[in-house]
């Protein structure tokens, strides 16, 4: 059975068998199953890993079997499940177990996907899709946490708390917690307690200055040179990170050669890359040609050397990662 996202509140999830929970959005999935699947129950909750529920598959069963004679109410939460757990789940459900339900939470699943298949058509069962936010969706999340605490806030100071979010509501949800406990101290919240309060601006940090400047957002880059305070001993780590990121920029031109699409380029590649990184990886791979990469690693090695030598190194950095 699938269950929207605007439905959520109005479910009662503990008449389910199992629910999925599948998608990119994270900190939304971490909230639901915190606020509406566990909080009111009162039995015992227990939480795996897919791999350990596959490598200890009958056990599990075997011991929700022998619970279910003294009646006890047990919840099973596995974490970062695939497809792989579908045997499981199908095994769980044809012993029809009672007194135990089960919540898989896994991340995205194609359509294709027989798990995601098995949850959509059973009525016993609950689907949720988790689409990732947008600053549209964390505004309205903002907003309806402001109201509920009233918190005297402007609209302008909610924009800058979830734009420094950047897109993850679980960011967004620590710093609005930060705020409530703000007020018990100010009456009203102003941009300059934002800038002082959170600590999302350090987050940026090296690896976000490192993806965009190789996808070529110099307005990203700008922003991120001017919220962080880099010294001279952070040169090292920044060349490293970069080196480190062209490199891999360079095998995946490489894989591009043989595969042409992007998209199987990035799924392909092993170790696997963020899905957070995905979309800045693409850029990536569409602004630099093979012949640009090389010279950049040829660049950056030299300009290693270079720093290491250097009392002013972070302007030799600060001027590589300004000009392309």
Request: proline share 1%; with cysteine.
């Amino acid at each position: 059975m699938i269950i929207k996202s605007f439905e959520i509140n109005k479910v009662k999830f503990s008449k389910f068998k199992s629910i999925l929970l599948y998608g990119l959005n994270k900190g939304f999935k971490e909230e639901v199953i915190k606020t509406n699947i566990s909080l009111d129950f009162s039995g015992e909750i227990i939480r795996y890993e897919e791999s350990e529920v596959l490598e200890n598959n009958d056990a599990i069963i075997e011991s929700f079997i022998n619970g279910s004679l003294f009646a006890e109410l047990k919840m099973m939460i596995v974490s970062r499940c695939s497809n792989k757990i579908l045997s499981f789940i199908e095994e769980f459900l044809e012993r029809d177990i009672s007194n135990v339900q089960i919540v898989i939470n896994s991340e995205n699943l194609d359509k294709k996907s027989k798990l995601r298949a098995l949850f959509e058509k059973d009525k016993k069962l609950a689907c949720i899709p988790f689409y990732e936010d947008n600053n549209q969706s964390l505004n309205i999340f903002a907003i309806k946490f402001i109201k509920e605490k009233n918190i005297k806030i402007s609209q302008e100071t909610i924009n800058l708390i979830v734009e420094r979010a950047r897109g993850d509501r679980s960011n967004l949800n620590n710093e609005l917690r930060k705020l409530e406990a703000l007020t018990l101290t100010r009456n009203k919240i102003t941009q300059e307690d934002i800038f002082n309060l959170t600590n999302l601006a350090e987050d940026y940090g090296i690896f976000e200055l490192v993806d965009n400047y190789l996808a070529k957002n110099k307005m990203k880059v700008s922003k991120i040179l001017n919220e962080n305070n880099f010294v001279n001993d952070d040169c090292i780590l920044i060349l490293r990170t970069l080196l480190n990121r062209s490199k891999r920029l360079l095998k995946l031109k490489n894989i591009q050669k043989e595969k042409g699409n992007i998209d199987e380029v990035i799924s392909s590649y092993k170790p696997s890359i963020f899905w957070k990184e995905k979309d800045l990886v693409k850029q990536q791979i569409k602004n630099w040609s093979e012949k640009e990469i090389k010279k950049k690693i040829y660049e950056i090695s030299n300009l290693e050397i270079l720093t290491k030598k250097n009392t002013s190194s972070i302007n030799l950095v600060s001027d590589l990662i300004s000009n392309y």
